[in-house]
C-alpha cells in the first residue's frame, strides 16, 4: 500500500524488500517462522514461555500463503517484481495454485475461492493479480487452470460464486469482478 501510494523510491521501502528477501525458506518462498518449528498457536502467542525471538526452520516448505501475500508487495515495485529471487517466488506461487497450503493456516484448497477485496489473505484472485503483474501469464498450465476454474463459477451477471470475506460491501462482488478484469487486461 505504501508503494501505491507513491513511496516507491522511499529508501525505507527497498530496506523492507530487501530485508523480506532475506527472510525467504530456502525453496524461495516464505513462511511464518514459528509454523516452520511445530508450535502449537496457544504456545506462541503466551510471550512468557518464549519471550526471546524464535529461530525458524529455513529447510521447512513455504507457505503460499504468506508467499503470495508478500508477493503483493513485490509486484506493486516497478524495480523489485523483476528481481529473480521475486521470480522464484512466483515461480513457487503459480505451482501451488489449488494446492492444499503445507500449513494449517487456511491451508484447504477450498481457500483458494474465499476472496477479498482489498485483497487480504491469498486467494485466486490475489494470486493471479501479482502473478500477472510479474509478468506470469496463461501459457503456464496452472494458471490457465486457475482461469478455467473462474469461467465455471462465473455467474450469467459477470459475478464469481466465491465465498466473500469481509462482505458488507454490497458492491464486493462487483471489485472482485473489475480485479479479475484487469487481470485479464494485462494478459
Known amino acids: 500500500m505504501l508503494i501505491k501510494a507513491g513511496y516507491v523510491e522511499d529508501p525505507r521501502i527497498a530496506k523492507a524488500l530487501a530485508w523480506l528477501l532475506a527472510m525467504r525458506q530456502r525453496d524461495g518462498g516464505w513462511a511464518i517462522p514459528v509454523r516452520t518449528i511445530g508450535l502449537p498457536f496457544q504456545e506462541f502467542v503466551d510471550f512468557t514461555l518464549h519471550p526471546e525471538p524464535l529461530a525458524r526452520d529455513r529447510s521447512k516448505p513455504s507457505s503460499h500463503l504468506v508467499t503470495g501475500m508478500l508477493l503483493r508487495a513485490f509486484a506493486a515495485h516497478p524495480a523489485w517484481l523483476k528481481a529473480i529471487?521475486?521470480?522464484?517466488?512466483?515461480?513457487?506461487?503459480?505451482?501451488?495454485?489449488?494446492?492444499?497450503?503445507?500449513?494449517?493456516?487456511?491451508?484447504?484448497?477450498?481457500?483458494?475461492?474465499?476472496v477479498s477485496f482489498p485483497f487480504w489473505f491469498t486467494d485466486i484472485v490475489s494470486s493471479l493479480d501479482a502473478l500477472s503483474l510479474l509478468g506470469f501469464g496463461p501459457e503456464i498450465p496452472a494458471i490457465s487452470a486457475g482461469l478455467a476454474r473462474m469461467r465455471e463459477i462465473q455467474r450469467a451477471d459477470g459475478t464469481f460464486a466465491f465465498k466473500l470475506l469481509r462482505a458488507k460491501d454490497k458492491d464486493l462482488p462487483w471489485w472482485i469482478c473489475l480485479a479479475v478484469c484487469r487481470i485479464l487486461k494485462r494478459w
Not at 522464484?88 to 481457500?111: I, N, P, Q
Request: net charge neutral; no cysteine; proline share 0%.
Open 85 to 114: 529471487e521475486v521470480q522464484r517466488a512466483g515461480e513457487l506461487l503459480a505451482s501451488r495454485l489449488y494446492k492444499r497450503d503445507t500449513y494449517a493456516d487456511r491451508g484447504e484448497v477450498s481457500y483458494w475461492e474465499r
